[in-house]
């Protein structure tokens, strides 16, 4: 075989390989949004606008519902204040020199009272939701209960610098710089 004719193949099977590659780079583009949004587990998104779906809630039941998420959030947002007042109290004690296993308890036990306090919150909220279901709404959310509060209890990733969910890439274990030490 000639050179001319290795020079004609070589550069047809260059010519292929570049197509090949801008059609799977376009595949996995076009799907990208379409498998975030599969890989999405059930419920995701805001708890009330599942209940509401999965429910059927009348519009009555809605508002309802609406009133009682407010009341919760404000409930909620002031113990996990308190919580997060809390740790920093107990994580404080790493700078003092000879503490006892009793402060550490004590301030260990003064964060998992405010979890609890929670807690009982979160649980409270659940009983007046099922409150203003009907008997069939009842067994359906008897069902459901545990996805939803699991969904409300996972913090959602912050978006990046691109919409994309997650921190940015070349964090710690990924070859970055580590994180900075207080």
């Known amino acids: 075989m000639s050179t001319g004719a290795k020079n004609k193949i070589l550069v047809w099977l260059v010519i292929l390989l ?15 949004s379409k498998q975030a ?3 999405q587990p059930p419920g995701q998104g805001r708890p009330e606008q599942f209940l509401t779906n999965e429910l059927g809630l009348d519009s009555a039941q809605q508002q309802k519902l609406a009133a009682l998420v407010l009341e919760h959030r404000s409930g909620a947002q002031q113990f996990r204040q308190k919580i997060r007042e809390a740790k920093d109290r107990f994580f404080e004690l790493i700078q003092q020199n000879n503490v006892t296993d009793s402060t550490k308890q004590q301030a260990a036990r003064n964060v998992s009272l405010q979890t609890e306090a929670l807690d009982l919150l979160t649980l409270d909220h659940f009983q007046k939701i099922r409150n203003l279901c009907t ?13 939803v509060a699991m969904s409300m209890g996972q ?8 919409g994309e969910q997650g921190p940015p890439p070349g964090g710690p274990g990924e070859g970055g710089p580590p994180p900075p030490v207080k």
Request: no cysteine.
């Open 37 to 39: 949004v599969a890989s």
């Open 18 to 32: 570049l197509i090949a590659n801008a059609a799977t780079i376009a595949f996995f583009w076009i799907n990208k």
């Open 155 to 162: 913090p959602r990733p912050p978006m990046g610098p691109r």
């Open 135 to 147: 008997d069939e709404q009842k067994k359906r959310f008897d069902e459901i209960i545990h996805e």
